[in-house]
């Protein structure tokens, strides 16, 4: 199989299992949310929140390193050796993170319902260290890594539905969530066994040096990049009611959804993006400027569509009690257009040895973000905190634009051109039938959409064959 069949083979894998992943994640957060109500729900967000700023404490970066690293390497006692010294790393790491996180909880200044749900999602995020999801991605076996989280979704809907009945059950959720990770993490490292076979739990100081080198700028990547995409409602958490930050948190469910879309995504295409910057500029520049097409060609109409029919959306998903939430998605859905191809610049720039700028282009939006939240939101609330975000985002953009420009300069305008356009005609549409059905307007909308950009000429057919060839015919990626 040549190379784009690789890409194609373990996004399909990756993707699949992102849809099944996101269809019963979005099942049990719409039970929740509706059985718990906005009150207790916006607590699972706020304890939650907490959890997973401590968790960045175990470097988070370091998944990334072992992927690349494990990519590059040449034998299997070699791909043995980083992931033992990886397993072992991060297992001291979750240890640290939670015996602060206990420390934390013991003194903070909320209710005990609080400090229980904050100190059971801290068990969560222990068991989670033992998870070795990027050790199945760095030897591309995406099969193995993406069925613990499969399997995790559909036994945690399971048990959400069968046991949470009422308000009054809130305490009981993160007890699931542990005992249900507790078990999947056993078959992820039942499943590493069988394929790359025993593996001897022994520090090496050469490759934890190594490690830990790279890990660390690339860890600040990743805890900027997730204090980013938090930041919006920790201090909505801390200066706004629990109420406010449940209807923020339905709103910001779907942009969770398009987050997690990129980096499955971005998972598959970071070793390939690594290996082409070093072994074939070309096809980099080919393979990266195709991603900022296909990104534009689903973000722009998501974008749009959801900014139409954002309230019967809302309504249908959540019920009426959350519609105060679709004014906020309105704002926010703005944002996976920037987060889409953002994540082409920094993943690009990461391949390319890059990792520092990253950082400092990540510190900047996080002032921005950050700082606009701290100023306004306090004082304005949830639609304070949704166009801080948009705004760090859309100065993101044009930072990351700049710096990608400097390895090569990827032609926005015109392929953003023919999504944008065909966007404007579905919204057309969508408005003219204002009063038909939500799945009408669904329908008719993306069909406008499609028909649109089939007739200028917009969708990358010949990409569409290169991969049929590539698949079944072994014709290897960037071949005429």
Same mark, same amino acid.
């Given at each position: 199989?040549?190379?784009?069949?690789?890409?194609?083979?373990?996004?399909?894998?990756?993707?699949?299992?992102?849809?099944?992943? #996101?269809?019963?994640?979005?099942?049990?957060?719409?039970?929740?949310?509706?059985?718990?109500?906005?009150?207790?729900?916006?607590?699972?967000?706020?304890?939650?929140?907490?959890?997973?700023?401590? @968790?960045?404490?175990?470097?988070?970066?370091?998944?990334?390193? !072992?992927?690349?690293?494990?990519?590059?390497? /040449?034998?299997?006692?070699?791909?043995?050796?980083?992931?033992?010294?990886?397993?072992?790393?991060?297992?001291?790491? %979750?240890?640290?993170?939670?015996?602060?996180?206990?420390?934390?909880?013991?003194?903070?200044?909320?209710?005990?319902?609080?400090? &229980?749900?904050?100190?059971?999602?801290?068990?969560?995020?222990?068991? $989670?260290?033992?998870?070795?999801?990027?050790?199945?991605?760095?030897?591309?076996?995406?099969?193995?890594?993406?069925?613990?989280?499969?399997?995790?979704?559909?036994?945690?809907?399971?048990?959400?539905?069968?046991?949470?009945? @009422?308000?009054?059950?809130?305490?009981?959720?993160?007890?699931?969530?542990?005992?249900? $990770?507790?078990?999947?993490?056993?078959?992820?490292?039942?499943?590493?066994?069988?394929?790359?076979?025993?593996?001897?739990? $022994?520090?090496?100081? !050469?490759?934890?040096?190594?490690?830990?080198?790279?890990?660390?700028?690339?860890?600040?990547?990743?805890?900027?990049?997730?204090?980013?995409?938090?930041?919006? +409602?920790?201090?909505?958490?801390?200066?706004?009611?629990?109420?406010?930050?449940?209807?923020?948190?339905?709103?910001?469910?779907?942009?969770?959804?398009?987050?997690?879309? =990129?980096?499955? &995504?971005?998972?598959?295409?970071?070793?390939?993006?690594?290996?082409?910057?070093?072994?074939?500029?070309?096809?980099? /520049?080919?393979?990266?400027?195709?991603?900022?097409?296909? =990104?534009?060609?689903?973000?722009?109409?998501?974008?749009?569509?959801?900014?139409?029919?954002?309230?019967?959306?809302?309504?249908?998903?959540?019920?009426?009690?959350?519609?105060?939430?679709?004014?906020?998605?309105?704002?926010?859905?703005?944002?996976?257009?920037?987060?889409?191809?953002?994540?082409?610049?920094?993943?690009?720039?990461?391949?390319?040895?890059?990792?520092?700028?990253?950082?400092?282009?990540?510190?900047? #939006?996080?002032?921005?973000?950050?700082?606009?939240?701290?100023?306004?939101? *306090?004082?304005?609330?949830? +639609?304070? %905190?949704?166009? %801080?975000?948009?705004?760090?985002?859309?100065?993101?953009?044009?930072?990351?634009? +700049?710096?990608?420009?400097?390895?090569? /300069?990827? *032609?926005? !305008?015109?392929?953003?051109?023919?999504?944008?356009?065909?966007?404007?005609?579905?919204?057309?549409?969508?408005?003219?039938?204002?009063?038909?059905?939500?799945?009408?307007?669904?329908?008719?909308?993306?069909?406008?959409?499609?028909?649109?950009?089939?007739?200028?000429?917009?969708?990358?057919?010949?990409?569409?064959?290169?991969?049929?060839?590539?698949?079944?015919?072994?014709?290897?990626?960037?071949?005429?």
């Amino acid at each position: 199989m040549g190379t784009l069949g690789r890409i194609v083979r373990n996004m399909v894998i990756l993707f699949g299992s992102m849809v099944i992943c #996101q269809i019963f994640g979005l099942v049990t957060t719409i039970y929740t949310a509706r059985v718990l109500g906005v009150e207790e729900f916006g607590k699972l967000n706020f304890a939650y929140t907490i959890v997973y700023y401590f @968790g960045l404490l175990i470097l988070p970066g370091m998944s990334m390193v !072992a992927i690349r690293e494990i990519a590059k390497s /040449k034998t299997k006692e070699e791909v043995k050796q980083y992931i033992a010294t990886v397993m072992l790393l991060s297992i001291a790491l %979750a240890l640290v993170a939670f015996t602060l996180l206990v420390i934390f909880t013991t003194f903070f200044n909320r209710t005990m319902q609080i400090k &229980y749900l904050i100190f059971f999602f801290g068990l969560s995020m222990l068991i $989670n260290s033992f998870a070795v999801p990027w050790a199945f991605q760095g030897i591309e076996k995406m099969q193995y890594s993406e069925l613990p989280g499969i399997i995790y979704s559909i036994l945690y809907m399971n048990l959400v539905l069968w046991f949470i009945k @009422g308000p009054t059950d809130t305490i009981l959720v993160p007890y699931l969530a542990f005992l249900v $990770n507790t078990l999947t993490v056993m078959l992820s490292l039942f499943c590493l066994f069988r394929v790359i076979g025993n593996i001897r739990l $022994n520090l090496n100081s !050469a490759a934890l040096k190594r490690i830990i080198s790279a890990a660390v700028p690339l860890s600040l990547f990743s805890i900027l990049g997730s204090t980013l995409t938090n930041i919006d +409602k920790l201090i909505l958490g801390f200066t706004r009611s629990s109420f406010e930050l449940g209807i923020y948190a339905s709103a910001y469910r779907f942009i969770l959804i398009i987050h997690m879309i =990129m980096r499955n &995504y971005y998972g598959a295409m970071f070793p390939v993006l690594s290996r082409f910057y070093h072994n074939s500029f070309a096809s980099f /520049k080919k393979l990266a400027t195709k991603n900022a097409n296909i =990104m534009f060609i689903m973000s722009l109409p998501i974008a749009f569509g959801l900014a139409v029919l954002g309230g019967p959306i809302i309504s249908l998903v959540f019920g009426a009690k959350y519609l105060p939430a679709a004014a906020v998605m309105q704002i926010l859905i703005w944002t996976i257009i920037f987060i889409s191809i953002n994540s082409l610049f920094s993943q690009g720039l990461i391949a390319a040895g890059r990792q520092n700028t990253v950082v400092i282009l990540l510190a900047i #939006q996080l002032v921005c973000t950050g700082g606009l939240s701290l100023i306004f939101v *306090p004082k304005f609330g949830m +639609k304070a %905190a949704a166009l %801080a975000v948009v705004f760090g985002d859309f100065i993101a953009f044009l930072i990351y634009y +700049k710096e990608f420009a400097k390895i090569f /300069k990827i *032609p926005i !305008a015109r392929l953003i051109f023919k999504p944008l356009l065909s966007s404007l005609v579905m919204v057309v549409f969508l408005k003219l039938y204002s009063e038909a059905s939500l799945f009408f307007r669904v329908s008719i909308g993306s069909s406008v959409y499609l028909f649109s950009l089939i007739l200028m000429r917009g969708l990358p057919w010949e990409d569409v064959g290169l991969a049929w060839n590539s698949v079944f015919n072994n014709k290897k990626f960037g071949s005429s």
